[in-house]
């Protein structure tokens, strides 16, 4: 992890706990006929925060695993072609060419 990375994280950190002192009144949720007892506003908040993390998982999941098979595929197919482009080729069966002027019949 990169200096910048640790003190992004160190941050965002600091800013959540501070978020979190600030916001500890307690609230009472509704949802239907759902009613919940006083929960801490930012463990509310948190609970929906992971909530939505957790379905845009599950929505983008079929996407990304096509795209997973479809690069996988694809670097099967390079693979493949390099495997083929490294192969040694055999020596191929053309017969030398005649010098000028000859006929095949005369060079032999």
């Given at each position: 992890?990169?200096?910048?990375?640790?003190?992004?994280?160190?941050?965002?950190?600091?800013?959540?706990?501070?978020?979190g002192?600030?916001?500890?009144?307690?609230?009472?949720?509704?949802?239907?006929?759902?009613?919940?007892?006083?929960?801490?506003?930012?463990?509310?908040l948190?609970v929906?925060?992971?909530?939505?993390?957790?379905l845009?998982?599950?929505?983008?999941?079929?996407?990304?695993?096509?795209?997973?098979?479809?690069?996988?595929?694809?670097?099967?197919?390079?693979?493949?072609?390099?495997?083929?482009?490294?192969?040694?080729?055999?020596?191929?069966?053309?017969s030398?060419?005649?010098?000028?002027?000859?006929?095949?019949?005369?060079?032999?």
């Amino acid at each position: 992890m990169t200096i910048v990375a640790l003190i992004a994280a160190l941050f965002i950190a600091v800013l959540l706990v501070l978020f979190g002192a600030q916001n500890a009144q307690p609230v009472s949720l509704h949802f239907f006929n759902w009613e919940s007892s006083a929960v801490p506003l930012v463990l509310a908040l948190g609970v929906a925060l992971l909530l939505g993390a957790l379905l845009t998982f599950v929505v983008t999941l079929p996407g990304r695993l096509s795209a997973w098979r479809e690069r996988r595929g694809m670097q099967h197919r390079l693979d493949e072609r390099l495997r083929e482009d490294l192969r040694p080729q055999p020596p191929t069966a053309t017969s030398p060419r005649p010098p000028d002027g000859q006929s095949e019949s005369d060079a032999g």
